[in-house]
């Protein structure tokens, strides 16, 4: 019987990495996405392997819209080379990164690498790579808590969650035909090294979050990789178009 696959950008690190092996405990085969960490990528390809999966990593600037012609071929021949089959199941578009400016600090340069990687980036690469996915299959767009919530220094990283969960309503319609359903998952904070690794490294900020928290903790990667795992499978087959917030609790 054929295995699932899934794509997942940003799957060297963080919580690309926990979905990846979270999916891969599932019995789902995974390709990943890397920017510049070629050796940490090819260790979850390896952690996948280990659990009886297959893994390729392959590498991929998110915010570079004029290489996904190039990447979208290359997914395509990876498909063909080690599953012998032109399509695959689910899509993660979890490739990000951090700003953190006030409104009237940032610059139109950070403004512009932000578009790239979590709203425009996710568009087009999307648009691009539905031939390759599967009728009846399942995309899963990022979005964050601080698109409900606010807190200072966010203004345009929330922003493009916004316009995440926006567009994630619009696939989920037009994809319908397909039977292919679109969800987004709002992580709260987690300890990762995202946005320098402060919600991990300082004290004093994770035990203000933690005190937020219904649950009384800020998020583990653990957390957000089981639940993303779960959005992707056909356990969550009838949720679609919908916003999952995965946070604890946090700012109720």
């Known amino acids: 019987m054929n295995r ?66 190039a990447f979208v071929a290359r ?34 340069a950070q403004f512009d690498r932000l578009l790239n990687v979590h709203f425009k980036g996710v568009f087009f690469l999307t648009q691009q790579l539905l031939p390759l996915i599967a009728d009846g299959g399942r995309i899963l767009n990022v979005s964050s808590g601080l698109a409900r919530f606010s807190l200072p220094g966010y203004a345009a990283y929330a922003s ?13 319609l037009e994809l319908g035909p397909r039977r292919i359903a679109v969800n987004v998952i709002a992580p709260g904070a987690i300890e990762t090294d995202f946005g320098g690794g402060a919600v991990r490294d300082n004290a004093q900020l994770n035990a203000m979050i933690a005190g937020q928290t219904a649950l009384g903790r800020v998020g583990q990667p653990d957390d957000i990789g089981k639940a993303m795992a779960l959005l992707l499978s056909e356990d969550a087959g009838w949720i679609n178009g919908q916003r999952v917030e995965v946070a604890g609790g946090v700012q109720l």
């Open 75 to 108: 997914v395509g021949e990876t498909l063909h080379t080690h599953w012998q089959r032109g399509q695959f199941n689910y899509l993660l578009n979890n490739a990000g990164m951090g700003e953190h400016a006030s409104f009237a600090d940032t610059t139109e």
């Open 160 to 172: 493009m969650k916004g316009a995440i969960e926006v567009l994630t309503r619009y696939l989920a």
């Open 4 to 69: 699932k696959i899934a794509l997942i950008t940003g799957g060297s690190r963080g919580l690309g990495r926990d979905a990846a092996l979270k999916l891969a405990a599932r019995g789902v085969d995974v390709i990943l996405t890397y920017r510049s960490q070629a050796a940490e990528a090819q260790a979850v390809v390896e952690q996948v392997q280990a659990l009886g999966g297959r893994a390729q990593a392959l590498a991929l600037d998110a915010g570079d819209i004029g290489s996904f012609p």
